[in-house]
């Protein structure tokens, strides 16, 4: 693709919550280089009226995907979780640069049909991890990996929900559970605050006895050995009180994220070291915008993404030996893995939130537990 080429042409591939709360709203902080012309959904009345929001000329049923393929250069892939490898290998197989949603896939094994894909077609394949553009989170990393907490000891985090009866998150065969939701964010702020991988991990779950969770684990709590003197621990719920954070504490300070994970709010972390308090805190932000104008640059100037492929396929490892670990009761090894492409202060992108836009024939994932 030439370099000239002034924008990318997208298509956003489902049109459930997260597409049009967040994905959709992002293109107009995106302009520069990217552009909305096409969205994919099997609802008829969400494609009408998000195309005429949105001012999109062409919609398409998920029968008449490859007909879209032909008509952009990118897409955004806003699927279940059980539906990104077969998309993206599509796309791949079409010319068709692919930013998907994570967790990336539901087994190693498609993690890696996707790679290769794309990487046969030579088109650009990025995983959708919005914080390693927010500059808030990037300072954090920064602050842990350059030395200001001492020697990293360990991390804890905490990330729950009350989800909603029905939502896909709820349903195993669309690659539903707490791990593949919202565990990876957990593993992936591990992972690259002590920047380097783990090599044992070991989980317990458990479930209340709600129906409505019957399918999946309803919370989970995960050990993470990253050599032999580095831990970390999370524990996931979808029925408890909303809860965002991260600490994670070194011999000569601490760092403690809440909120962390949120992409509808504003983000805040409190720095202690030997005893001074540092307080660092951003307003709501639009998350997604940054990751269109990245792929699209990364599009246009062949560079390889980070967060690549390589980075969603070592998340989706661990959430798999996680849950063989809770179903065994035992601790289960993880092989070696060398990781040299990590997020950096360099990447960080800023734009201004976005208002929530009206809904259509969707609602979000969690609901009020009171």
């Not at 309803?218 to 993470?224: D, N, R, S, W, Y």
């Amino acid at each position: 693709m030439a370099a000239a080429k002034r924008r990318i042409r997208y298509a956003v591939v489902g049109l459930g919550h997260i597409a049009q709360v967040a994905v959709l709203p992002a293109f107009a902080h995106a302009a520069r280089n990217s552009q909305l012309v096409a969205v994919v959904s099997g609802d008829r009345t969400k494609r009408r009226e998000i195309a005429r929001r949105y001012g999109i000329e062409q919609t398409f049923t998920y029968e008449e995907y490859d007909q879209c393929l032909r008509i952009v250069d990118a897409v955004y892939i806003a699927l279940p979780n059980s539906m990104h490898a077969e998309y993206t290998i599509r796309a791949a197989r079409a010319g068709v640069h692919v930013l998907c949603e994570k967790p990336m896939a539901v087994t190693v094994d498609e993690c890696r049909r996707m790679i290769a894909a794309c990487r046969k077609a030579d088109v650009r394949l990025m995983i959708a991890y919005r914080l390693h553009f927010e500059t808030l989170n990037l300072s954090a990393i920064e602050a842990a990996r350059g030395g200001e907490l001492g020697q990293l000891k360990y991390f804890n985090s905490s990330f729950s929900m009350t989800v909603r009866r029905g939502d896909i998150r709820t349903k195993r065969s669309y690659g539903g559970g707490t791990l593949y939701d919202i565990g990876v964010y957990c593993i992936n702020a591990a992972r690259n605050l002590f920047g380097t991988e783990p090599t044992q991990v070991s989980a317990v779950s458990i479930n209340s006895g709600l129906a409505s969770l019957s399918e999946i684990d309803e919370t989970t709590a995960a050990i993470l050995r990253f050599g032999d003197d580095r831990l970390a621990t999370f524990v996931t719920s979808f029925h408890a009180a909303d809860v965002a954070a991260y600490r994670i504490v070194g011999t000569r300070g601490q760092l403690h994220a809440d909120p962390v994970y949120e992409y509808a709010g504003g983000l805040q972390y409190t720095l202690t070291r030997e005893g001074k308090r540092t307080r660092k805190s951003v307003g709501k932000r639009d998350q997604f915008a940054p990751e269109l104008v990245y792929f699209s640059d990364c599009i246009l100037n062949k560079r390889t993404p980070e967060p690549s492929g390589e980075e969603g396929l070592q998340d989706v490892r661990i959430v798999q030996a996680l849950y063989k670990s809770a179903a065994s009761g035992k601790p289960v090894s993880l092989p070696p893995v060398a990781r040299d492409a990590r997020p950096t202060i360099r990447q960080g992108i800023t734009r201004p939130g976005v208002r929530k836009p009206p809904l259509v024939k969707v609602q979000g994932a969690s609901v009020d537990p009171r």
